[in-house]
């Protein structure tokens, strides 16, 4: 299935376990390779990180498991903070 790339801007993204991430704000392509690289993030869930005002994250496509009418990623242990509010134990 093919897609405008600006079919993906605002776009939630979740991970495999249902956290949510945040909202697809840009998308990142290699031209010469004609190829996506990776996803920016905006409207960040702050509850996943650390670093108070974090803005962005970039989610590399080799990540990413499925786009349609939301982006689901592949969940990765250690990535975000553990056990975020409204997330139950591993």
């Known amino acids: 299935m093919r897609t405008q790339i600006t079919?993906?801007?605002?776009?939630?993204?979740?991970t495999e376990k249902s956290v949510f991430v945040g909202e697809v704000e840009d998308v990142?392509?290699?031209?010469?390779?004609?190829?996506?690289?990776?996803l920016i993030v905006g409207k960040l869930n702050q509850n996943l990180v650390d670093i108070k005002n974090y803005k962005g994250l970039k989610i590399p496509f080799r990540i990413i498991r499925s786009i349609g009418d939301i982006v689901i990623i592949r969940h990765l242990p250690g990535a975000?903070?553990?056990n975020p509010p409204g997330e139950g134990a591993s």
């Open 80 to 82: 975000f903070k553990t």
């Open 7 to 14: 079919e993906l801007f605002g776009l939630q993204i979740y």
């Open 28 to 38: 990142l392509l290699d031209i010469e390779g004609k190829k996506m690289e990776s």
